[in-house]
């Protein structure tokens, strides 16, 4: 009966997400880049946290997470252009309202917040923007295993990625975002390139 009960909250919350992103984008003009960002060891600074937990929850912890300045800075510069920004990560659904808290209170609010279980399933989001023709930017890390001393990357879902037609910033762009939009907007601009797989983006 529990488990039934589970999976009827994660299939309920699972279409609110997927109304909340199809809501986002329904006015969007079909040639405006899409932003898709990942929070954990991308936007947040996530795996410390992970390695000397002492929290109360796990919503306690999420709402005490440092953030990178850069990427911080990469991200207003969109939003502040006017571009569309998305937030997408691979959290607990409980910890939405946390999650949307912690975007606020480093003056990043969003009008769409994406939850999924998996990584794998961030690329279901890309896959429904690219059956719209809408060109898209996925940042995203892919990457675990900081904590315990050796990072890994979601290699799977890589390869998926270096097969769709979009512009893909990984752990090697996130790093160089991060130490260049630091001080310098401009800097970075000239700087950072994107791991584009077809030329129609």
């Not at 009827?8 to 932003?35: A, H, M, P, W």
């Not at 060891?41 to 990178?68: C, G, K, M």
């Not at 961030?122 to 900081?146: A, F, Q, T, W």
């Amino acid at each position: 009966m529990k488990r039934l009960f589970k999976v009827i909250v994660f299939g309920v919350c699972n279409l609110y997400f997927k109304y909340r992103f199809r809501r986002s984008i329904r006015n969007t003009n079909q040639n405006e880049v899409i932003y898709l960002v990942d929070i954990d060891n991308t936007l947040a600074d996530t795996w410390p946290s992970l390695r000397n937990y002492v929290y109360r929850s796990e919503s306690h912890r999420y709402s005490s997470l440092s953030i990178f300045i850069g990427m911080r800075n990469f991200i207003l510069d969109k939003i502040m252009t006017k571009q569309k920004v998305i937030f997408i990560s691979a959290r607990s659904y409980l910890d939405y309202f946390p999650t949307r808290k912690w975007l606020a209170g480093n003056g990043l609010k969003s009008d769409c917040i994406i939850l999924v279980r998996r990584a794998e399933d961030k690329l279901n989001y890309i896959n429904e923007l690219l059956s719209r023709s809408m060109p898209v930017v996925y940042i995203d890390d892919l990457s675990y295993g900081h904590e315990f001393g050796e990072v890994r990357l979601y290699e799977r879902v890589i390869v998926k990625l270096k097969e769709l037609p979009i512009k893909y910033l990984g752990v090697k762009e996130i790093e160089l975002i991060n130490s260049a939009y630091e001080t310098s907007n401009k800097g970075a601009k000239k700087n950072i390139t994107y791991h584009q797989n077809h030329s129609n983006n």
